[in-house]
């Protein structure tokens, strides 16, 4: 069965800041790999994807992650933060034919 | 922009209470999946759908009915609601088990 953990429910970083959000994946099978944030009282949106392309993958608003095999990991970044960050983070996993698997999520909040 | 559309946006309403929860979309994906989403925590798949006439039930109980009737259409019911229905309810799409999910606004529903 897959299983995603996101380390640590709740980050937080000065505006101007590195942002990096943990996630760690489980799957039998080469998976397939998202991101996504939530804004308050919204649904998720599609921040990237990883389908077993380029391991380097850049997405909307600044945000990128790369997919490691060795280390099991898909951690998200961007190189500076910008209040409008504030939000919910999801990662997610895909694969082997099961529905996705969402990590519990990560509040990022973003200092002044 | 992904076209999935839910209504209503905000529900308040009296225990016992019958309602039904909307949700569409126009892409023509098969794949249609509900969630429940407490404020700040993870998400609860709750019911799914892989094409017509075809529901099942998710990772989380729920008092919840579905139905797909169409494909641009699947709706959630709950026949009596209570106030631990209070929640915020989630609606997705895809084109596949491994492609990316579109969600909808959501839906937060109040119980009194």
């Known amino acids: 069965a897959q299983s995603v953990t996101q380390l640590g429910s709740h980050v937080s970083v000065s505006e101007g800041a590195l942002v990096l959000l943990r996630c760690n994946y489980s799957?039998?099978?080469?998976?397939?790999l998202f991101w996504y944030v939530q804004y308050p009282n919204q649904g998720l949106q599609l921040l990237l994807k990883y389908t077993s392309a380029a391991t380097l993958v850049k997405g909307i608003n600044g945000f990128e992650a790369e997919f490691k095999k060795s280390e099991t990991s898909f951690h998200l970044t961007k190189p500076s933060a910008h209040m409008r960050d504030a939000a919910e983070y999801f990662c997610a996993v895909s694969g082997n034919g099961q529905n996705f698997v969402f990590g519990p999520g990560t509040r990022l909040s973003v200092l002044p | 922009e992904a076209d999935i559309y839910q209504t209503p946006r905000y529900l308040v309403i009296g225990t016992g209470k019958k309602i039904t929860l909307e949700c569409s979309q126009t892409?023509?994906?098969?794949?249609m999946y509900w969630y429940q989403q407490d404020p700040g925590m993870e998400l609860h798949l709750i019911h799914y759908?892989?094409?017509?006439?075809?529901?099942e039930k998710g990772d989380l109980s729920s008092e919840s009915t579905v139905s797909r009737i169409r494909t641009e259409h699947f709706p959630l019911t709950l026949e009596s609601a209570r106030p631990s229905h209070t929640s915020q309810y989630l609606c997705?799409?895809?084109?596949?088990?491994?492609?990316?999910?579109?969600f909808g606004p959501g839906t937060r529903l109040t119980v009194l």
């Open positions: 892409m023509g994906h098969d794949k």
């Open positions: 997705a799409s895809s084109e596949s088990v491994y492609n990316e999910q579109f």
């Open positions: 759908s892989y094409g017509v006439n075809s529901t």
């Open positions: 799957s039998s099978v080469p998976p397939y």
